[in-house]
């Protein structure tokens, strides 16, 4: 073995010993709710989305609001970018190339992400771009809970940013502290009344997070495989088009399913661009689930099972029947707060402790979402790991 290769092994072996020692993980937290203290950075804001707009036309104000925020994200991209290929050359490729990738995508993405480059000012093929993004470098927790009476609760860490730019000073990823100032929750809206709400970033026109009110509540997290999201998306820009953007589908599931069943199917069968695991939770006891999914087909269901003492479901970015991939066991100490927690005394309060609690709480966590259905609510925080604390 050479020097080079020790001095990787070793700096692996001490960031996947440190996830386990304090003050890298600590104590299942307590009284974190309300949210307060350095954790917390803000409440998110709301906005709405009328869907009987045009397409081109349902994101402008929102936009026009965000504007700033906005091109001050995409210049961090353009600016990551340029440090991998220091002639300007890659831009200049997403430029050319990927604006005629919006003319290939089903509606109304396509037109709405034009929509957003004409309002915003940013050249079309870096909001594409943008958009492209979130298949390939999301990780998240997620999990669903029923309480003792049947109440089923749903909460998220949506973490982003992973290898996308260390600020050494700071400590921080820098794209994850830039889609901070992006984050929105949005209503949904047709003829005046609430389709679905959802949590999400400025710009982004598909769905990680969201609750159709009083019917289901569904997240997604990414999984890793080697036959993943850029095969998908290459697949897509050579013409094979079959398949399904994992965020659309989503967003397509939110608005048009009408019941956890419908969801349910919807997300089991349709064929994707990359695997994923979509987290749903229904509106009657029993109904939460983990739908693990290959770009194909459905490989595994884990549903809530109060029989079997599940009351608990719980997907981190690892397939649940196999161990955690080792660099990155967030869901270890997920478990061992719910399992502290008991379902006797799941609520809102102790789901945002345990998405509090480091190393679930991390350097890529942008914002935490609590959901609750029979109440048809959303909350969401942006959130803050102060140091010191795993990057990931």
């Not at 820098?174 to 709400?197: A, M, P, W």
Request: with cysteine; hydrophobic share 40%.
């Amino acid at each position: 073995m050479g020097v080079c290769d020790f001095l990787i092994l070793a700096a692996l072996c001490t960031v996947a010993s440190t996830q386990f020692v304090p003050p890298y993980t600590e104590d299942c937290r307590s009284d974190m709710y309300p949210p307060k203290g350095p954790t917390f950075k803000a409440a998110v804001n709301w906005y709405t989305v009328d869907l009987d707009l045009p397409p081109s036309k349902r994101w402008s104000a929102l936009i026009t609001e965000k504007k700033t925020e906005l091109v001050s994200m995409i210049q961090a991209i353009r600016d990551l970018a340029d440090a991998f290929v220091p002639s300007g050359r890659l831009i200049e490729l997403v430029d050319i190339t990927l604006p005629l990738m919006a003319d290939t995508l089903p509606e109304p993405f396509g037109d709405e992400i034009k929509g957003i480059a004409a309002a915003s000012g940013v050249p079309l093929g870096e909001v594409v771009l943008f958009n492209i993004f979130y298949e390939v470098f999301t990780v998240c927790t997620s999990v669903v809970a029923e309480d003792n009476n049947g109440n089923l609760i749903h909460g998220r860490n949506l973490d982003f940013g992973l290898f996308l730019g260390w600020d050494i000073k700071n400590k921080s990823w820098i794209i994850s502290e830039k889609l901070k100032h992006l984050v929105v929750n949005l209503d949904f809206k047709r003829n005046n009344q609430t389709v679905f709400k959802s949590t999400n970033f400025v710009g982004y026109v598909g769905m990680l997070t969201g609750i159709k009110p009083h019917v289901f509540t569904l997240t997604m997290n990414e999984r890793f495989s080697l036959d993943g999201g850029y095969i998908g998306i290459l697949e897509w820009i050579f013409g094979s088009r079959d398949g399904m953007w994992m965020s659309f589908l989503t967003r397509s599931v939110l608005e048009n399913a009408n019941s956890y069943q419908e969801a349910k199917t919807q997300l089991s069968l349709t064929k994707l661009l990359a695997p994923a695991y979509f987290i749903l939770g229904g509106n009657q006891t029993g109904q939460g689930a983990i739908i693990t999914r290959s770009r194909l087909l459905s490989l595994d269901i884990l549903e809530l099972d109060l029989k079997l003492g599940r009351w608990y479901v719980l997907e981190t970015n690892y397939d649940h029947w196999k161990e955690p991939f080792f660099l990155d066991d967030r869901r270890t100490p997920s478990m061992k707060c719910m399992n502290k927690t008991t379902q006797q005394n799941i609520s809102l309060n102790t789901m945002y402790d345990m998405l509090s609690t480091k190393p679930v709480l991390n350097k890529l966590t942008t914002y935490t979402t609590l959901m609750q259905v029979s109440e048809g609510n959303l909350e969401s925080y942006i959130r803050d790991c102060p140091n010191p604390c795993m990057p990931w």
